[in-house]
């Protein structure tokens, strides 16, 4: 999409019906969004009746004509390609629309992941040039700095110019988005060895050396936390169930106390102590901090937010959403992958 | 290798120079396995001088002629496969010519892993019908059972047929080793559904559905840590890098306590706490104490060990290899590898 007629004026559309506690906190965080002298537009998309609702219990001001009906909401559970094809009058496909039709830049929900990314890739479509659209989580590091890993879960079988696509990607949206100078690119593999991978590890290696990528080789899965690198590139199917890991070791730490603590009294007031000095110690490991995940390589903005994201999680998506429009992140990624194109023709 | 004639007289060799505090360590852990009661016969292969030096300094008595001379030592920098060729008089290429050329059962080494693995698949060679060698290694769950994830390494670009196979090994090793009545398999994937996963999964749901194999069908990367079941089976590379990952869990939790500790002097002494607390509340996280992970598929009993196994893990390493031997699980491995062939067939 031709986003410079727009850029004066940035629209900003948010699935009101999207989150476990939908529409109240997806309304709250988008409006606190507003709230901070961002200009922007917004556009809230879901049932009027019930968005109307939280907005007066609220004692909230909020122009009506910024509030796209759509009756249907596509369900934690529907299967996200039948939703598309069953409910074109949910606010998940109400909302992409609106980006597709040039009617918003930006397209923000919490609801049905898979739904949003096959609304976002179907409906508004591939920026020119890019084969794969991926999906980057960040998570924390011992440097504190985080890691983003790209693609946790956009596509499997990712080819060798996929993963070259995600590094193009997620070097250009750390630099921009999130001020990483000169962002460094690992790519995961099963050894630091320029030789060790699997064939399609083995054949991006190739792709990657050979651009002006911030590309440090190969990196292994304990490198990730240590914060080896600003960028994790790995196909889909890797990335998804490494992420999926990673949110669960809480779940792991925290059962593991609890047998401790059944041990003895003791025990139980020292697991008091640890609880909460844990909670304080890796508060930065809370995913939900970092307020969702941009869908790239979709020729418009799409952010996708888990299904527990809080006030504040909806704030900072919608933030992000801006400041990739304010910084006209999608035409630089079409540039970039079209120059790389250009450069494997010559 | 046909052990039948062998079978009352079980004989296990042991990488004297293997691991970071070798011979001492392996040498101790060694001797300490014997003196349990259990009746094989211990064979240690390393540099005999080092090997008695040890020995005198702790005041152990062994028989001198069980010391099976070697002159060198494949470090763990040396690259695998040409120290297999280079390194012919290293106690890795000596243990496992040991075991190739039926002089002993058994080869637990705690070196090189990628020489292990090399020398076992290279020099030992395959169970008839086993298409891929599988390494196993079991992560703690909240449940408390453990995980066994296969493969976490032996290889990448795993066939579907490859993946069928470790899960046949797996259970074995599962039901005949660690005592887990009618142990459940889960397929690695992006998503619980049966149509969820790549190429290489999607074939091997087909493959495993059709089996007496206790297959709960895929599982997420979330389902691991929770206990949801006894083995996971996946590719190497998959395996190799969350496994590599799980490690390098401690090490982010010890820093991000650091971190809170340096912060003010209450949360310094809340911070100890903390660190003794998670010491004993983790221990069977510590991958350390499951001692060194069988590599299955071999056409002999080949255990390989982390570097820094201590003399309890020898103990365990050359325990389990007992074990495997006296239930005869190389030959219930092939009998059902060729079952399974044979099913295929009709």
Same mark, same amino acid.
């Given at each position: 999409?031709?986003?410079?007629?727009?850029? &004066?004026? /940035?629209? *900003?559309?948010?699935?009101?019906?999207?989150? $476990?506690?939908? +529409? %109240?906190?997806?309304?709250?965080? #988008?409006?606190?969004?507003?709230?901070?002298?961002?200009?922007?537009?917004?556009?809230?998309?879901?049932?009027?009746?019930?968005?109307?609702?939280?907005?007066?219990?609220?004692?909230?001001?909020?122009?009506?004509?910024?509030?796209?009906?759509?009756?249907?909401?596509?369900?934690?559970?529907?299967?996200?390609?039948?939703?598309?094809?069953?409910?074109?009058?949910?606010?998940?496909?109400?909302?992409?629309?609106?980006?597709?039709?040039?009617?918003?830049?930006?397209?923000?929900?919490?609801?049905?992941?898979?739904?949003?990314?096959?609304?976002?890739?179907?409906?508004?479509?591939?920026?020119?040039?890019?084969?794969?659209?991926?999906?980057?989580?960040?998570?924390?590091?011992?440097?504190? &700095?985080? /890691?983003? *890993?790209?693609?946790?879960?956009?596509?499997? $079988?990712?080819? +060798? %110019?996929?993963?070259?696509?995600? #590094?193009?990607?997620?070097?250009?949206?750390?630099?921009?988005?999130?001020?990483?100078?000169?962002?460094?690119?690992?790519?995961?593999?099963?050894?630091?060895?320029?030789?060790?991978?699997?064939?399609?590890?083995?054949?991006?290696?190739?792709?990657?050396?050979?651009?002006?990528?911030?590309?440090?080789?190969?990196?292994?899965?304990?490198?990730?936390?240590?914060?080896?690198?600003?960028?994790?590139?790995?196909?889909?199917?890797?990335?998804?169930?490494?992420?999926?890991?990673?949110?669960?070791?809480?779940?792991?730490?925290?059962?593991?106390?609890?047998?401790?603590?059944?041990?003895?009294?003791?025990?139980?007031?020292?697991?008091?102590?640890?609880?909460?000095?844990?909670?304080?110690?890796?508060?930065?490991?809370?995913?939900?901090?970092?307020?969702?995940?941009?869908?790239?390589?979709?020729?418009?903005?799409?952010?996708?937010?888990?299904?527990?994201?809080?006030?504040?999680?909806?704030?900072?998506?919608?933030?992000?959403?801006?400041?990739?429009?304010?910084?006209?992140?999608?035409?630089?990624?079409?540039?970039?992958?079209?120059?790389?194109?250009?450069?494997?023709?010559?």
């Amino acid at each position: 999409m031709d986003q410079s007629n727009l850029k &004066t004026n /940035c629209i *900003i559309a948010v699935d009101a019906m999207g989150g $476990d506690k939908a +529409p %109240h906190d997806a309304i709250i965080g #988008a409006l606190d969004a507003l709230n901070n002298g961002n200009i922007f537009n917004l556009l809230l998309v879901g049932r009027k009746t019930e968005i109307l609702d939280v907005l007066k219990n609220n004692n909230l001001s909020f122009p009506e004509e910024n509030i796209i009906n759509a009756n249907e909401i596509i369900g934690m559970k529907d299967s996200p390609t039948a939703a598309l094809k069953t409910k074109k009058d949910s606010s998940i496909v109400v909302g992409a629309n609106l980006v597709k039709d040039n009617k918003a830049h930006a397209f923000v929900s919490a609801g049905n992941t898979g739904a949003m990314m096959a609304a976002s890739i179907l409906l508004i479509g591939r920026i020119p040039g890019v084969g794969r659209p991926t999906i980057g989580a960040t998570i924390p590091t011992e440097t504190g &700095t985080g /890691c983003t *890993i790209y693609d946790v879960g956009a596509s499997v $079988d990712s080819k +060798p %110019h996929h993963l070259l696509e995600y #590094a193009i990607m997620g070097s250009l949206y750390a630099k921009e988005i999130s001020g990483i100078n000169n962002p460094s690119v690992g790519l995961l593999s099963v050894g630091e060895e320029d030789s060790k991978g699997n064939k399609v590890t083995l054949a991006a290696f190739d792709l990657l050396k050979n651009t002006d990528i911030n590309f440090i080789g190969n990196i292994e899965g304990r490198d990730i936390l240590k914060g080896k690198v600003d960028i994790v590139v790995c196909d889909g199917f890797v990335g998804n169930i490494l992420l999926k890991f990673a949110e669960s070791i809480m779940g792991l730490l925290k059962a593991k106390i609890r047998n401790y603590a059944d041990a003895s009294l003791s025990n139980k007031l020292k697991a008091l102590v640890v609880k909460g000095t844990l909670k304080d110690a890796l508060k930065d490991m809370d995913y939900q901090a970092y307020g969702g995940v941009p869908l790239l390589g979709i020729n418009g903005i799409s952010i996708i937010g888990h299904g527990s994201s809080t006030p504040l999680a909806f704030k900072n998506m919608i933030l992000r959403a801006y400041e990739m429009h304010r910084k006209n992140l999608l035409n630089k990624i079409e540039g970039s992958i079209k120059n790389y194109a250009e450069q494997k023709k010559t």
